[in-house]
T-cell receptor
Framework: AQTVTQSQPEMSVQEAETVTLSCTYDTSESDYYLFWYKQPPSRQMILVIRQEAYKQQNATENRFSVNFQKAAKSFSLKISDSQLGDAAMYFCAYIGGGADGLTFGKGTHLIIQP | DVKVTQSSRYLVKRTGEKVFLECVQDMDHENMFWYRQDPGLGLRLIYFSYDVKMKEKGDIPEGYSVSREKKERFSLILESASTNQTSMYLC????????????FGPGTRLTVT
């Protein structure tokens, strides 16, 4: 079974600075997708960024980028120029080639200090 | 915009009651999912469905069942609620490929007393 590990239960960063959230996963598959989802307080979960395993190029979405290291099974999220609105729970998630739902990590609570 | 709605934001039920959690999506998505979210455990997949009247067990199906009679609606059923089912329940849907982005509802916080 696949597992997703987020080793940082909580992270804190000053506004305008850069923060990196860590995620590692374990799988025997070669074809899979990885995601970062954001869950703001009392608001709906939304997709931040997605990475296909077969793509070597790291995905980017504006201030959000990933560092995807397939051999190391690592998928970290970098948030540049942190803003107060970035404060949320961030979940790393995996989905493989079989018919299945997402496997989530336990989440990282990101605090933005003004 | 995709909209996924859940019938209740907060629900309080008694032990042994039959509980229905409803989820509706308005974008003609093929796939629908039910997750349970607990602090320190993240989200765990309960059941999912790839088509009307079809269902597949996820990682923690015990104590739950589902129903999908119409494409846009996916119901989670607790046949006999227990206190260990107190949790946040999140519904999600995705378009076609099961690896497409999943769109989540606002969640139902269920308390079983």
């Amino acid at each position: 079974a696949q597992t997703v590990t987020q080793s940082q239960p909580e992270m804190s960063v000053q506004e305008a600075e850069t923060v990196t959230l860590s995620c590692t996963y374990d799988t025997s598959e070669s074809d899979y997708y990885l995601f970062w989802y954001k869950q703001p307080p009392s608001r709906q979960m939304i997709l931040v960024i997605r990475q296909e395993a077969y793509k070597q190029q790291n995905a980017t979405e504006n201030r959000f980028s990933v560092n995807f290291q397939k051999a190391a099974k690592s998928f970290s999220l970098k948030i540049s120029d942190s803003q107060l609105g970035d404060a949320a729970m961030y979940f790393c998630a995996y989905i493989g080639g079989g018919a299945d739902g997402l496997t989530f990590g336990k989440g990282t609570h990101l605090i933005i200090q003004p | 915009d995709v909209k996924v709605t859940q019938s209740s934001r907060y629900l309080v039920k008694r032990t042994g009651e039959k509980v229905f959690l409803e989820c509706v999506q308005d974008m003609d998505h093929e796939n629908m999912f039910w997750y349970r979210q607990d602090p320190g455990l993240g989200l765990r997949l309960i059941y999912f469905s790839y088509d009307v009247k079809m269902k597949e067990k996820g990682d923690i199906p015990e104590g739950y069942s589902v129903s999908r009679e119409k494409k846009e609606r996916f119901s989670l059923i607790l046949e006999s609620a227990s206190t260990n089912q107190t949790s946040m329940y999140l519904c999600a849907s995705s378009f076609l490929g099961h690896r497409d982005e999943q769109y989540f509802g606002p969640g139902t916080r269920l308390t079983v007393t």
